[in-house]
Nanobody
Framework: QVQLVESGGGLVQAGGSLRLSCAAS????????MGWFRQTPGKERVFVAS????????DYADSVKGRFTMSRDNAKNTVYLQMNSLQPEDTAVYYC?????????????????WGQGTQVTVSS
């Protein structure tokens, strides 16, 4: 059983930056693949970024490549999402997810654990 808590969301102007954090707690042993999804009202939750169980390899949605960077601190059981050059279309609730498998699934149902979400709002 793993609990995930996101933080770091807020309101920023277009072109600004935010760093999201996701702290994991509970029955954690070994490494987990970790990821970020986002969701806006009336739309499905979609994949944003992920980091594999080991090795630090990352994947990103085309919409955020070159702007967002995911990283992890295994000692703190925490992952981060550095978001630069934010645009209004990035406005969403951002959710952290975790899986004991090698990598995160880009399908929501393919991942085991989810945080409560943190709101990111980017103004024009």
């Amino acid at each position: 059983q793993v609990q995930l808590v996101e933080s770091g969301g807020g309101l920023v102007q277009a072109g600004g930056s935010l760093r999201l954090s996701c702290a994991a707690s509970g029955r954690i042993y070994g490494n987990y693949a970790m990821g970020w999804f986002r969701q806006t009202p009336g739309k499905e939750r979609v994949f944003v970024a992920s980091i594999k169980r080991s090795g630090g390899s990352t994947d990103y949605a085309d919409s955020v490549k070159g702007r967002f960077t995911m990283s992890r601190d295994n000692a703190k059981n925490t992952v981060y999402l550095q978001m630069n050059s934010l645009q209004p279309e990035d406005t969403a609730v951002y959710y952290c997810t975790a899986s004991p498998l090698l990598m995160i699934s880009t399908v929501v149902a393919g991942n085991d654990y989810w945080g409560q979400g943190t709101q990111v709002t980017v103004s024009s």
